[in-house]
């Protein structure tokens, strides 16, 4: 990045910040972001990948610890867990964009993979979807979660290549500690 265009970005945020402070109050988190609450803790999961051209199916472990960062605008989790593809650890970041009514959701893991994704929330399920290009052709994903109770939830991963059908990736349950 540019030093300039670096400038420019630096002086924007800290405008933003100069204007929050200069109406008399620090920026507050939504009611939105209230409904994050129900991932916050140490959560073990299990389940089963299905064979597909990303790698074989097969048995998988873990174990995420989700908190919530300073200002309690964003969640932050660490996770790992073990697969028939290896060991793999991940960092994860979730908020809200109140411009665009979606929950967001960004992770890195070990593996090299970098996501982004969107959800909403409704009743006692949340959708997650993205789209990324794999090999040169768009494939999109969709994830979703079932809360079962204060302490436990399903998911499953769906995904569909670029004029082809979805298909179920992984099904699982998790569990909090």
């Known amino acids: 990045m540019k030093p300039a265009v670096a400038m420019g970005l630096a002086m924007v945020g800290a405008l933003g910040v100069a204007i929050a402070y200069a109406q008399g109050q620090a920026p507050k988190p939504g009611p939105e972001l209230k409904k994050l609450e129900y991932f916050v803790g140490t959560w073990s999961s299990e389940g089963e990948m299905k064979p597909s051209p990303f790698g074989p199916g097969g048995k998988f472990t873990g174990t995420e610890h989700i908190e919530w960062m300073d200002g309690d605008f964003f969640l932050v989790g660490h996770a790992e867990g073990d697969s028939s593809m290896g060991h793999e650890k ?29 959800g909403t929330a409704a009743g006692d399920s949340w959708n997650w979807t993205s789209e990324e290009t794999m090999a040169g052709k768009l494939m999109r994903s969709r994830y979703t979660i079932k809360t079962a109770s204060p302490t436990s939830y399903t998911f499953k991963l769906e995904m569909q290549p670029e004029g082809g059908e979805w298909g179920t990736m992984m099904e699982g349950k998790a569990s909090k500690k």
């Not at 809200?96 to 070990?110: E, G, I, L, P, Q």
């Open 90 to 118: 991940s960092l994860s970041v979730w908020g809200y964009d109140a411009d665009k009514k979606v929950y967001t959701y960004h992770a890195f893991n070990s593996m090299g993979e970098a996501i982004s994704a969107t």
